[in-house]
RNA sequence: GCUCAGAUGGUGGAACUGGUAGACACGCAGGACUUAAAAUCCUGUGCCCUCAACAGGCGUGCGGGUUCGAUUCCCGCUCUGAGUACCA
């Protein structure tokens, strides 16, 4: 028979799911291994070409890893709250229950049919109730922890409570709020039960702030600091402002030393650890504190990472947001600094970011002390200090700072160097090295001592310590949404109150819009008969990183109704061991996963410190757009006349997207266009050698871009196995590339020359017994080496290739051995699993047992030579080959080399100054 | 601006620790089979010079360097992509 690769694929995919094929079992003897893939969101328009490209390859390294003897835990599931099924619920009223449903049956059909190897017994999607049960039982664990800096770990609130029963607030070192409050044990015994639950509010990992956050009204919700580009929402593009308002959030703060040291022990591309740690921002220095003279308060605290500039200081600047602006501001500045702080909140969206050119400020007509040297100091605010890092006030040293001189140049401040080898002509010199000048008692000292010396004064003070700062913020938990998970909260009194662990889970209410209610509500409030017995119910929902924040557990177990995940589940398969996502999440929701699975390690539910032991990041594909190019007419108008690519140049013309569907090659189908649209039926055309030549160009893959290319097309015409091959086949994983469908042919014909090995011209199943030869099974052991070096590191581009060279290789030595081909389709399994199976039953195997059986061992003894031939250079350039045994060692070559008649030919007569003669490699003659 | 990644034929890409640059495939050109087309098969294909060559020259973004030998290592630059955005 033909190569029939739609019944193949169909039976086969029958045969995997009836007999439950990639079940993975929680006991075994086999050492585990757990590939997993970043789970999709499931969008409405189903998979594109560019979704599966990470499915495949880590399809192809869990049956490569079955076939190495691994009991493989591979599953998949769907990240299914999110705000596409609820922009769609808004528009049209479907609930978005309902919506996510109908686009995870396409995604099933879709993944199904390319024939991977999940584990579906295992699915999971965090939409569910079952699931986000448990998203709600590990918030409330949040709520229960406080997170003690001396066990430098999360520990419950009751021990925290103990102590406070016993000592008061002494000796509490933990992860809190700046504002919490110092008192006894019988201050603490003796407050009110109301009063203790709000200071206890200042301490769990997750708490209620006040704080200012990105609101975008046309979303009507909270954004993350990651959702927002350039002041504008990143999905939709809608402006976002700042607002005020009462928010859950996730001290992942806490956690910022552990997420940034926990780098160094994972596997994962190296930019993406950069990613993380830029993002986390740890930066060391100190905070000093300039004691002011008539205020409310003594100082104001800044923090430096150049505290022995302190010397330097000539004014002080903080962000106009901060507490102290009003108080300071004297009454013949304050206009001024009205004026300034208007000025800077109406530009704060856009203009505040780009424009870092224009120097502003105003002088808020008071004075600090410098602590070391009691100079009086002028303060102002300047909107290029942030309000939300440090303490939103600098100590600026214009002779080291560029913004600080820009500064002062602008507004005639003093600038004093303070080392000896400053250049301060025209900008500021931050150089740390040489001695140090007008700086009292460091002068003359080196970088590294008058740092010690300034921080050792300091504390000696009482005016300042070394102090280590994180850029992270605590993450925001809420979003005034509707399709999430509710809070597994009430709120009685002002106060939040968990509810009980057997009221888990707490449903998502019906309502009858999915709209913000009248009052500005979110659309929870909608929600009639939706009350706690004692008190209101949180109306916020969670974010969309809090369902995948632990999902890998529950694949652990995915059914069990008493746990997230058993305790023996999660002792066998610990962590994952390949996890392969796209490098788009890797300040969202890679890192707030490792945030919670810390936390869980801290309360001892899982056994590993670090969730995701090895990251590979998948390119993006991108499209490929096809471009026809209308003639326009004199007057400026289209007319119905397309030029081919090559000839544009001599006409005027307008360029416009064509469906890269009817394109092949980028040879337009004249036939197809026409019918493509009715304008276009009588279209005429110029053409370049009998064809019409489109124009190309690399495009995000779009639907409006006409360049979105449907993987269920390609596998209706080519099928699965050729599309897997394929996309391997386009390039190294991790890289960036444009989709084009050419050269599908080649993988296509690729898997027929396979086929046809294992039969004869009139398609009829023919393989001999006889011995195979020594070069079919060298063509056989190189490729079952090849395989599992490229397979170990990710290559699989090379592998297709080397795959295709081997069944070339015995093509031409017309081989039809059992003893090759049973091997060789082992060897292909992974990649093209249909049709392997397919020909491993035709062998005479057992249907079904080919996922199961062993990778062939590599015999070294099969590819030895007995002779190579050396490439003959002369001066680094090769000039031609000589056979040579490879017995002869490198004294015998050279001599046989300098003899040899056609060297002599190439030298001319040259002296020859050395011969270098590197065994079975090369030999190389220098004269 | 800063950080990171990358640049190889007409195209996607290969060359793993410095050792034959362009494997494999697409495309293109020519040929076989066919009434014809599709499919299939064969041959050629980095560029330049040349009637042609198993004759020569040039070739891995650009300019230098190290080396017997550099796509690979070092220094400087250009361009492209991604991330980040006054972080004190």
């Not at 086969?12 to 009836?18: L, M, N, P, R």
């Not at 102590?163 to 809190?176: E, I, L, P, T």
């Not at 079952?784 to 795959?803: L, Y």
């Not at 057992?846 to 250079?873: Q, R, V, W």
Request: glycine share 6%.
């Amino acid at each position: 028979m033909d190569y029939q690769f739609k019944k193949i694929e169909q039976d086969w995919q029958k045969f995997w799911a009836d007999n439950q094929t990639f079940k993975a079992d929680n006991n075994s003897d086999k050492p585990k291994y757990y590939v997993l893939d970043m789970f999709p969101y499931p969008s409405g328009a189903g998979l594109h070409v560019g979704h599966p490209l990470g499915y495949i390859a880590s399809d192809i390294f869990s049956r490569y890893k079955r076939l190495k003897g691994f009991n493989v835990l591979h599953p998949m599931g769907y990240d299914s709250f999110g705000l596409p099924a609820e922009q769609y619920a808004i528009q049209t009223g479907q609930h978005p229950a309902i919506t996510t449903e109908t686009n995870i049956a396409t995604y099933r059909r879709q993944l199904d049919q390319l024939g991977f190897s999940f584990d579906w017994s295992r699915e999971v999607r965090t939409s569910s109730p079952d699931y986000y049960k448990w998203t709600q039982w590990i918030f409330m664990q949040l709520f229960n922890s406080w997170y003690n800096k001396d066990a430098d770990k999360a520990e419950s609130i009751a021990k925290l409570v103990a102590h406070f029963d016993q000592n008061g607030s002494a000796g509490v070192n933990a992860v809190c709020d700046e504002e919490v409050a110092s008192f006894t044990a019988d201050e603490w015994k003796a407050k009110t039960n109301e009063e203790q639950q709000a200071e206890l509010l200042k301490y769990r990992l997750t708490y209620l702030r006040e704080s200012t956050v990105n609101w975008c009204p046309a979303l009507g919700t909270v954004l993350a600091n990651d959702e927002v580009k350039d002041g504008f929402s990143e999905r939709g593009g809608f402006p976002v402002e700042q607002k005020k308002m009462n928010q859950w959030s996730m001290r992942i703060s806490a956690y910022a030393e552990r997420l940034l040291q926990g780098l160094n022990n994972i596997d994962w591309p190296e930019p993406l650890k950069e990613m993380q740690r830029n993002w986390i921002g740890k930066s060391t220095g100190a905070s000093v504190r300039f004691p002011l003279a008539d205020a409310s308060v003594d100082y104001i605290e800044v923090f430096t990472t150049r505290v022995d500039t302190i010397f330097g200081v000539t004014f002080v600047v903080l962000a106009p947001e901060h507490e102290l602006v009003a108080e300071l501001t004297t009454p013949e500045q304050k206009q001024g600094i009205e004026a300034y702080i208007t000025q800077t909140k109406k530009k704060s969206e856009l203009d505040r970011m780009s424009d870092t050119k224009t120097v502003s400020g105003a002088f808020t007509g008071s004075y600090v002390t410098n602590p070391l040297n009691g100079e009086k100091i002028q303060i102002w605010i300047a909107d290029y200090v942030l309000a939300g890092y440090g303490t939103g006030a600098v100590m600026a040293v214009p002779s080291g700072d560029q913004r600080d001189y820009l500064f002062a140049k602008h507004f005639n401040l003093p600038i004093v160097p303070i080392i000896d080898i400053q250049n301060i002509e025209t900008e500021a010199d931050p150089t740390k090295e040489g001695k140090y000048i007008n700086s009292d008692f460091i002068n003359g000292l080196d970088y590294k001592n008058a740092t010690a010396t300034v921080v050792a004064k300091l504390e000696e003070l009482g005016l300042g310590k070394a102090k280590i700062n994180y850029r992270m913020r605590d993450a925001i938990f809420g979003r005034q949404r509707y399709w999430g998970e509710p809070v597994p909260v009430y709120f009685k009194d002002d106060l939040p109150h968990l509810i009980s662990e057997a009221e888990l889970p707490l449903l998502l209410p019906e309502v009858d819009k999915y709209l913000p209610t009248e009052s500005g509500e979110p659309p929870l409030g909608r929600a009639t008969d939706w009350k706690h017995p004692d008190g209101e119910y949180e109306l916020s929902t969670m974010p969309g990183w809090a369902g995948s924040s632990w999902y890998w557990y529950r694949y652990m177990d995915a059914h069990n109704a008493n746990e997230f995940a058993s305790k023996d589940a999660i002792a066998y398969w610990k962590d994952v061991d390949l996890y392969i996502g796209g490098s788009e999440h890797a300040t969202g929701h890679l890192l707030y996963s490792r945030f919670w699975n810390k936390f869980m390690k801290d309360l001892d539910l899982v056994v590993e410190e670090e969730p995701f032991k090895k990251l590979i990041n998948q390119g993006m594909i991108q499209g490929r757009s096809n471009f026809v190019y209308r003639l326009v007419d004199a007057e400026g108008r289209g007319t119905n006349t397309f030029v081919s690519n090559g000839l544009k140049g001599d006409h005027k013309t307008s360029a416009l997207h064509v469906d890269v569907n009817i394109v092949d090659n980028d040879v337009l189908n004249i036939e197809k266009f026409k019918a493509w649209r009715e304008e276009y039926a009588d279209a005429e055309f110029i053409l370049e050698n009998g064809k019409y030549i489109c124009g190309v160009e690399v495009e995000k893959m779009s639907k409006s871009k006409f360049n979105v290319v449907n993987p269920d097309d390609l596998v209706e015409r080519y099928g699965a196995d050729t599309l897997r091959m394929y996309e391997m086949f386009l390039g190294p994983l991790e890289q960036s590339k444009p989709w084009n469908t050419n050269g599908i042919e080649g993988v296509f014909k690729f898997l027929r020359k396979f086929w046809k090995l294992f039969h004869n011209n009139d398609w009829e199943f023919n393989v001999s017994d006889t011995e195979p030869s020594k070069a079919e099974l060298k063509a056989l052991h190189k490729i079952i080496r090849k395989v599992e070096e490229d397979v170990e590191r990710f290559s699989f581009n090379t592998s297709v290739s080397s795959f295709m060279i081997a069944v070339n290789e015995l093509t031409d030595l017309k081989c039809n051995k059992r003893a090759i081909l049973r091997e060789l389709v082992v060897v292909l399994s992974p990649y093209a699993p249909h049709i392997c199976e397919e020909l491993w039953v035709l062998l005479g195997n057992p249907a079904g047992s080919l996922s199961h059986t062993a990778y062939p061992k590599y015999n070294a003894s099969y590819m030895i030579e007995d002779d190579f031939s050396y490439p003959i250079s002369i001066n680094g350039k090769t000039k031609t080959n000589l056979n040579i045994a490879l017995s002869m060692d490198p004294a015998a070559v050279e001599a046989y080399v300098r003899e040899h008649a056609d060297v002599q030919k190439y030298l001319a007569g040259a002296p020859i100054k050395k011969v270098i003669v590197v065994k079975g490699r090369i030999v190389n003659i220098v004269i």
